[in-house]
C-alpha cells in the first residue's frame, strides 16, 4: 500500500485508528478456545465487526510466538485473512526487529514478502545497515522506533547526545537513509508535549502511536500536537478494544469501543 | 544453565566457541534440498560433527521465520535434539528482541521457557522495562546488545551522551536493573580495542563475539583486551564454520574449520 492509498483511507473513513490484535488466550471468550484455532477466531470476529472503524490492523508478533507454531499459523492465517477479505487495510506486523544487513534481509522477506504486511517495526539500536534492508521494498513501510510509551523510555532514549536527546537524533539521523521515504516512526501517545518538536524533525512522516488507553495517553493532546496536513498519525489501541468484553458479545463491545474512537477521530478531523 | 556450568564446559572442552546456527537453504548442499526437512537435516549434521569443539550453538531466528511455519518447526526440532541429545551445551537464540513489559514476557516465555533455550539476545533501547521480563527467568540469561559489529554500530552506539558513548551507558545503567547477574552482553568483535574499556564497566560479565571470521574480527586481539578470569567470553563464527563446503563433506569441512578455532582458543587458554 502507498502513502496516498493511507492517507485516502484515514479521509475516507474518518478514522486513523489502528487495532492492536495481540490476542492472550487468557483473555479470550472461554467459548473460543473450544475452537480449532481460538486466536484465528477471536481475530476474525474482532476484524469483521471493526474493520470499518479502524484504517489498520497491529498483530504483535510477540503474542503469536508465545504460542510456537500454532501460533505463527493464526498470524498466518490472520494476516491472509485481512489481505483478502480487506485489502484496504494497512497491515503492521509488530515485530520490533533489527540485526545485522544479511539477517535483517531475512525478518524483511518474512514479513513484507511471505507473510505480505504492508509494514514492520524495528529497532533504531544497530543503526543505517540494520534497517535499510526494510526500506527496499517498494510500496512497503518500515516503522522505527524513536520515542516509545513504557517507562524505560527514559532510560535511553531521552539522554542528551550532541546536545538533542537521541529519540531526536535518531529522527534526524535515519531521513537520510537510503528510501528514508518509507520510514514511519513509533511515537508513544504518553508524552504529547514532545510532539511539538518531532514535527520539527518529520514533518511529514506518519507517526504510529501507541499508548491510547491502557496505557494512559490521550488521543485530543496527541492530535493537537502531533497531526499535520494529511492526519500523519496512526492511533494504536489494543486492550482497550479487544478486551472490552471477555463474553459471548466480546465483538460487539469491541466495535462500541472502537466506534467511540472513530466518533472522536472523525470530530478532531472535521475540525 | 547456570553460568558456572558454562565456565566448567568451557575449561573441560578448552573452547569458548559459539556456532551461529545461520540456515538460508541457497547455501546448503543441494543433496539435502531433497529430506523432508533441509535445515533441520543439515543443522542436526553440523551439530554431530561440531558439538565436542563448541559450548554453545546459536540460530539467529531471522534465518527460521523468513521460512514460516516451516521453519518455526526447524527452529523447535534443532533446539530440542541439543536439549536431547546435548545438554551440556549453552543454547542462545539470537532473536534480538524488546517490547514493552507485557509483551517482553511473551517473548521471554517463548523462548526461554517453551523453547527452553538458556538464553536469549535483547536490544536495549527500550530501557529497563523491556528487558527485566527477561531476566526473571532463574538460570537463564539474557544478552543485551551493547556493541554491535555492524557499521551502523556507528549511528548511535558510540554517540557521547553525558561524557561517554552510549553503548557504556548502556553496560553501566543495566548492571543496576533487577537480576542484572543474569545479563551477558553484545560486544562486536572488530572492535578489539574497545574491549578493555568495556572490561573495566563490566569485568565479570559474559560477552558474546560475534564477527569473528566472515565479519573480519581477529581472536587473539578480542581476547587479549576482552578475556577475564573465566574466561568471559563466547566467541560466534556462523558463515565460516557452517558453510566451509556445501559438498557431501560439508560437517566434515565445518568440524574442521571449528577445530582450527577451538585448537587457537586451547592455546590461548594454557598461556
Known sequence: ???????????????????????????????????????????????DATHDLCVSYKPNTAFYEAYGLKGWQSL?????????????????????????????????????????????????????????????????HTIMLALTSNEGAFDFQTLETNGQELYKTVLETSKNWKNGQN??????????????????????????????????GSLAEVCKYGMNENVGLLINSSRGIIYASNGLDFAEKAREEALKLQVEMQEIMNN
Open 1 to 47: 500500500m502507498t502513502t496516498q492509498q493511507l492517507i485516502e483511507q484515514i479521509r475516507l473513513k474518518k478514522s486513523f485508528l489502528c487495532i492492536g490484535l495481540d490476542v492472550d488466550l487468557t483473555k479470550i471468550p472461554s467459548h473460543l478456545l473450544e475452537t480449532e484455532d481460538p486466536i484465528f477466531e477471536f481475530n476474525k470476529a474482532i476484524i
Open 76 to 140: 498466518e492465517k490472520t494476516i491472509n485473512y485481512i489481505n483478502e477479505k480487506y485489502p484496504e487495510i494497512f497491515t503492521i506486523a509488530d515485530a520490533k526487529r533489527g540485526d545485522i544487513g544479511n539477517t535483517s534481509t531475512m525478518y524483511a522477506k518474512a514479513f513484507l514478502e511471505d507473510l505480505n504486511f504492508d509494514s514492520v517495526t524495528v529497532a533504531p539500536y544497530m543503526g543505517k545497515d540494520s534497517v535499510e534492508p526494510f526500506l527496499a521494498f517498494e510500496n512497503k
Open 183 to 216: 520510514l514511519m516512526y513509533v511515537v508513544g501517545a504518553t508524552k504529547a508535549e514532545y510532539f511539538t518538536q518531532i514535527r520539527k524533525i518529520v514533518p511529514n512522516s506518519f507517526l504510529l502511536v501507541p499508548g491510547v488507553g491502557a496505557q494512559g
